[in-house]
Protein backbone atom coordinates (compact mmCIF):
# COMPACT_ATOMS: atom_id res chain seq x y z
CA UNK A 1 0.00 0.00 0.00
CA UNK A 2 1.63 3.16 -1.31
CA UNK A 3 -0.49 5.68 -0.22
CA UNK A 4 -2.12 5.67 -3.60
CA UNK A 5 -5.47 4.41 -4.23
CA UNK A 6 -6.89 3.77 -7.83
CA UNK A 7 -10.26 2.69 -8.90
CA UNK A 8 -11.38 0.69 -10.62
CA UNK A 9 -8.59 -1.74 -10.98
CA UNK A 10 -10.27 -3.33 -13.94
CA UNK A 11 -12.56 -1.78 -16.59
CA UNK A 12 -13.36 -3.34 -20.01
CA UNK A 13 -15.94 -0.50 -21.79
CA UNK A 14 -17.14 -0.44 -25.36
CA UNK A 15 -15.49 2.58 -28.02
CA UNK A 16 -18.95 4.51 -27.99
CA UNK A 17 -19.07 4.25 -23.79
CA UNK A 18 -18.27 6.75 -20.77
CA UNK A 19 -16.44 5.95 -18.19
CA UNK A 20 -14.00 7.57 -15.35
CA UNK A 21 -11.12 6.38 -13.56
CA UNK A 22 -10.49 7.92 -9.65
CA UNK A 23 -7.47 8.32 -7.92
CA UNK A 24 -6.89 9.28 -4.44
CA UNK A 25 -3.83 10.15 -2.44
CA UNK A 26 -3.65 10.33 1.44
CA UNK A 27 0.08 11.84 1.56
CA UNK A 28 -0.71 15.32 1.51
CA UNK A 29 1.40 15.51 -1.96
CA UNK A 30 0.75 18.33 -3.79
CA UNK A 31 1.56 17.64 -7.23
CA UNK A 32 -0.66 14.65 -9.18
CA UNK A 33 -0.21 12.96 -12.81
CA UNK A 34 -1.36 10.20 -14.67
CA UNK A 35 0.53 7.84 -16.73
CA UNK A 36 -0.19 4.93 -19.29
CA UNK A 37 1.83 2.09 -19.62
CA UNK A 38 0.89 0.14 -22.98
CA UNK A 39 3.12 -3.57 -23.51
CA UNK A 40 6.89 -3.06 -24.26
CA UNK A 41 6.38 0.40 -24.00
CA UNK A 42 8.08 2.85 -21.40
CA UNK A 43 5.22 4.93 -19.08
CA UNK A 44 3.80 7.57 -20.81
CA UNK A 45 3.33 10.85 -18.85
CA UNK A 46 0.14 12.00 -19.80
CA UNK A 47 -1.05 14.87 -17.27
CA UNK A 48 0.04 16.94 -14.44
CA UNK A 49 -1.71 18.61 -12.06
CA UNK A 50 0.11 20.62 -9.28
CA UNK A 51 -2.46 22.39 -6.34
CA UNK A 52 -5.28 21.96 -8.49
CA UNK A 53 -3.93 23.03 -11.52
CA UNK A 54 -2.90 21.16 -14.53
CA UNK A 55 0.64 22.09 -15.36
CA UNK A 56 1.41 19.34 -18.15
CA UNK A 57 -0.59 18.06 -21.00
CA UNK A 58 1.70 15.90 -23.22
CA UNK A 59 -0.06 16.18 -26.58
CA UNK A 60 -3.06 13.51 -24.90
CA UNK A 61 -5.89 12.97 -27.03
CA UNK A 62 -9.81 14.99 -26.29
CA UNK A 63 -10.97 11.66 -25.63
CA UNK A 64 -9.19 11.44 -22.21
CA UNK A 65 -10.36 14.21 -19.77
CA UNK A 66 -8.65 15.15 -16.37
CA UNK A 67 -10.28 16.63 -13.37
CA UNK A 68 -8.45 17.48 -10.36
CA UNK A 69 -10.95 19.06 -7.82
CA UNK A 70 -8.60 19.09 -4.89
CA UNK A 71 -5.36 18.04 -3.92
CA UNK A 72 -6.13 14.49 -2.53
CA UNK A 73 -8.22 13.39 -5.70
CA UNK A 74 -7.78 13.17 -9.54
CA UNK A 75 -10.09 12.07 -12.15
CA UNK A 76 -9.65 10.99 -15.51
CA UNK A 77 -12.81 10.47 -17.67
CA UNK A 78 -12.85 8.53 -20.65
CA UNK A 79 -15.57 8.57 -23.57
CA UNK A 80 -14.99 7.38 -27.57
CA UNK A 81 -12.22 5.24 -26.63
CA UNK A 82 -10.31 3.06 -29.31
CA UNK A 83 -9.14 -0.01 -28.88
CA UNK A 84 -5.20 1.26 -29.18
CA UNK A 85 -6.39 2.89 -25.81
CA UNK A 86 -6.10 -0.08 -23.78
CA UNK A 87 -3.59 -0.32 -21.69
CA UNK A 88 -2.75 0.23 -17.62
CA UNK A 89 -3.04 3.44 -16.39
CA UNK A 90 -1.16 4.58 -13.29
CA UNK A 91 -1.71 7.38 -10.96
CA UNK A 92 0.98 8.83 -8.99
CA UNK A 93 1.33 11.62 -6.34
CA UNK A 94 4.43 13.39 -5.32
CA UNK A 95 5.21 16.21 -2.92
CA UNK A 96 5.44 18.92 -5.30
CA UNK A 97 5.89 19.74 -9.14
CA UNK A 98 9.62 19.47 -7.82
CA UNK A 99 10.86 16.51 -7.79
CA UNK A 100 13.64 16.53 -4.81
CA UNK A 101 11.54 13.39 -3.70
CA UNK A 102 10.13 9.94 -5.49
CA UNK A 103 6.79 9.41 -6.98
CA UNK A 104 4.55 6.97 -5.20
CA UNK A 105 2.41 5.10 -7.79
CA UNK A 106 -1.09 4.02 -7.00
CA UNK A 107 -2.10 -0.18 -8.20
CA UNK A 108 -3.35 1.09 -11.69
CA UNK A 109 -6.49 0.53 -13.48
CA UNK A 110 -5.73 -2.39 -16.32
CA UNK A 111 -8.72 -0.93 -19.45
CA UNK A 112 -9.37 -2.83 -22.31
CA UNK A 113 -11.26 -1.44 -24.90
CA UNK A 114 -13.34 -3.58 -27.13
CA UNK B 1 15.05 13.93 -27.22
CA UNK B 2 15.35 13.02 -24.17
CA UNK B 3 15.57 9.08 -23.88
CA UNK B 4 16.56 6.51 -21.11
CA UNK B 5 17.49 3.25 -22.41
CA UNK B 6 17.74 0.29 -20.01
CA UNK B 7 19.72 -3.06 -20.58
CA UNK B 8 19.19 -6.04 -20.50
CA UNK B 9 15.21 -6.38 -21.38
CA UNK B 10 15.05 -9.40 -19.57
CA UNK B 11 17.31 -11.70 -17.25
CA UNK B 12 16.31 -14.95 -16.66
CA UNK B 13 18.65 -16.63 -13.67
CA UNK B 14 18.87 -19.25 -10.63
CA UNK B 15 17.93 -18.65 -7.08
CA UNK B 16 21.49 -17.41 -5.67
CA UNK B 17 22.83 -15.57 -8.94
CA UNK B 18 23.83 -11.96 -8.75
CA UNK B 19 22.14 -9.58 -11.25
CA UNK B 20 23.53 -6.11 -12.49
CA UNK B 21 21.02 -4.19 -14.70
CA UNK B 22 22.17 -1.22 -16.71
CA UNK B 23 20.63 1.91 -17.55
CA UNK B 24 21.65 4.89 -19.84
CA UNK B 25 20.43 8.17 -20.22
CA UNK B 26 20.24 11.41 -22.84
CA UNK B 27 18.66 13.52 -20.94
CA UNK B 28 18.69 17.93 -20.58
CA UNK B 29 18.26 19.50 -17.42
CA UNK B 30 18.70 15.93 -15.38
CA UNK B 31 17.44 16.02 -11.64
CA UNK B 32 17.40 12.37 -10.64
CA UNK B 33 18.12 8.79 -11.59
CA UNK B 34 15.14 6.99 -9.83
CA UNK B 35 14.61 2.85 -9.47
CA UNK B 36 11.06 1.76 -9.07
CA UNK B 37 10.03 -2.30 -8.69
CA UNK B 38 7.19 -3.28 -10.77
CA UNK B 39 5.87 -6.60 -10.01
CA UNK B 40 1.69 -6.59 -10.60
CA UNK B 41 0.88 -3.30 -11.32
CA UNK B 42 2.19 -0.17 -8.69
CA UNK B 43 5.62 0.48 -9.34
CA UNK B 44 7.41 0.29 -6.05
CA UNK B 45 10.33 2.74 -5.28
CA UNK B 46 13.59 1.51 -4.77
CA UNK B 47 16.44 4.29 -5.07
CA UNK B 48 16.82 7.82 -6.02
CA UNK B 49 20.13 8.94 -7.00
CA UNK B 50 21.38 12.52 -7.53
CA UNK B 51 25.23 12.43 -6.82
CA UNK B 52 27.48 10.67 -8.76
CA UNK B 53 30.04 7.97 -7.24
CA UNK B 54 27.91 7.24 -3.91
CA UNK B 55 26.19 4.23 -3.59
CA UNK B 56 23.17 3.27 -2.33
CA UNK B 57 22.01 0.32 -0.37
CA UNK B 58 18.92 -2.10 0.88
CA UNK B 59 19.36 -5.13 2.05
CA UNK B 60 20.72 -6.94 -1.28
CA UNK B 61 19.88 -4.02 -3.81
CA UNK B 62 22.50 -1.41 -3.92
CA UNK B 63 22.55 1.31 -7.09
CA UNK B 64 25.20 3.93 -8.11
CA UNK B 65 24.86 6.22 -10.82
CA UNK B 66 28.01 7.87 -13.02
CA UNK B 67 26.52 11.48 -14.40
CA UNK B 68 29.87 11.66 -16.19
CA UNK B 69 28.90 8.34 -18.72
CA UNK B 70 25.35 9.28 -18.02
CA UNK B 71 24.23 5.97 -16.76
CA UNK B 72 23.50 3.85 -13.44
CA UNK B 73 23.63 -0.20 -12.43
CA UNK B 74 21.29 -2.09 -10.14
CA UNK B 75 22.69 -4.59 -8.60
CA UNK B 76 21.02 -7.50 -6.93
CA UNK B 77 23.06 -10.35 -5.05
CA UNK B 78 22.01 -13.67 -4.25
CA UNK B 79 19.03 -13.19 -5.90
CA UNK B 80 15.42 -14.80 -4.76
CA UNK B 81 12.27 -16.08 -6.73
CA UNK B 82 10.35 -12.73 -4.83
CA UNK B 83 13.03 -10.56 -6.97
CA UNK B 84 11.10 -11.38 -10.17
CA UNK B 85 9.60 -8.53 -11.14
CA UNK B 86 10.23 -5.65 -13.83
CA UNK B 87 12.46 -2.89 -12.52
CA UNK B 88 12.31 0.30 -13.82
CA UNK B 89 14.36 3.23 -14.80
CA UNK B 90 14.01 7.15 -15.07
CA UNK B 91 15.28 10.28 -15.08
CA UNK B 92 13.87 13.10 -13.34
CA UNK B 93 14.17 16.46 -15.82
CA UNK B 94 14.25 19.94 -14.47
CA UNK B 95 11.79 21.91 -15.76
CA UNK B 96 8.56 24.29 -14.95
CA UNK B 97 7.37 20.76 -13.54
CA UNK B 98 9.65 18.26 -13.06
CA UNK B 99 9.06 14.95 -15.43
CA UNK B 100 9.93 11.55 -15.04
CA UNK B 101 11.16 10.01 -18.41
CA UNK B 102 10.96 6.57 -18.00
CA UNK B 103 12.78 3.38 -20.07
CA UNK B 104 11.14 0.16 -21.09
CA UNK B 105 12.71 -1.98 -18.09
CA UNK B 106 14.14 -4.82 -17.71
CA UNK B 107 11.69 -8.23 -16.81
CA UNK B 108 14.02 -10.30 -14.07
CA UNK B 109 12.91 -13.96 -13.26
CA UNK B 110 14.59 -16.11 -10.51
CA UNK B 111 14.32 -19.89 -10.50
CA UNK B 112 14.32 -22.12 -7.87
Known amino acids: ETGVTQTPRHLVMGMTNKKSLKCEQHLGHNAMYWYKQSAKKPLELMFV???????ENNSVPSRFSPECPNSSHLFLHLHTLQPEDSALYLCASSQDRVLSTEAFFGQGTRLTVV | EDKVVQSPLSLVVHEGDTVTLNCSYEVTNFRSLLWYKQEKKAPTFLFML????IEKKSGRLSSILDKKELFSILNITATQTGDSAVYLC????????????FGTGTRLQVFP
Open chain 2, 90 to 101: AVGIRGNTDKLI
Open chain 1, 49 to 55: YSLEERV
Open chain 2, 50 to 53: TSSG
